[in-house]
Nanobody
């Protein structure tokens, strides 16, 4: 079981990027899926979350209205569409999956993908 992020890069302020989190060994719709980010010298913070089955989403106040989390069942992949990027969005973005099995939680993190917003 693992998740792999991709799609990071360098973008100018106001630009857009779409991050992908490919799930392997499980079906993402059976897990709670989240995107976190960590900027240099700061704690890792939750950016967006997708509920089991994809019925609801949650966002950090700092990204509401600009970022969208979604999933593609056919590709077993979760996305983070980021629009209106700002320099303060610069961070390593991580995908996190929480699976429930036998009354226990299993947590999986990806390796992260760098997003840099700069002119």
């Amino acid at each position: 079981v693992h998740v792999v992020e991709s799609g990071g890069g360098l973008v100018q302020p106001g630009g857009s990027l779409r991050l992908s989190c490919a799930a392997s060994g499980f079906t993402f719709s059976s897990a709670r899926m989240m995107w976190y980010r960590q900027a240099p010298g700061k704690e890792r913070e939750l950016v967006a979350a997708l509920s089991i089955g994809g019925g609801s989403t949650n966002y950090a106040d700092s990204v509401k209205g600009r970022f969208t989390i979604s999933g593609d069942n056919a590709k077993n992949t979760v996305y983070l569409q980021m629009n209106g990027l700002k320099p303060e969005d610069t961070a390593v973005y991580y995908c996190r999956a929480i699976l429930l099995s036998g009354g226990r939680e299993y947590i999986y993190w990806g390796q992260g993908t760098q997003v840099t917003v700069s002119s």
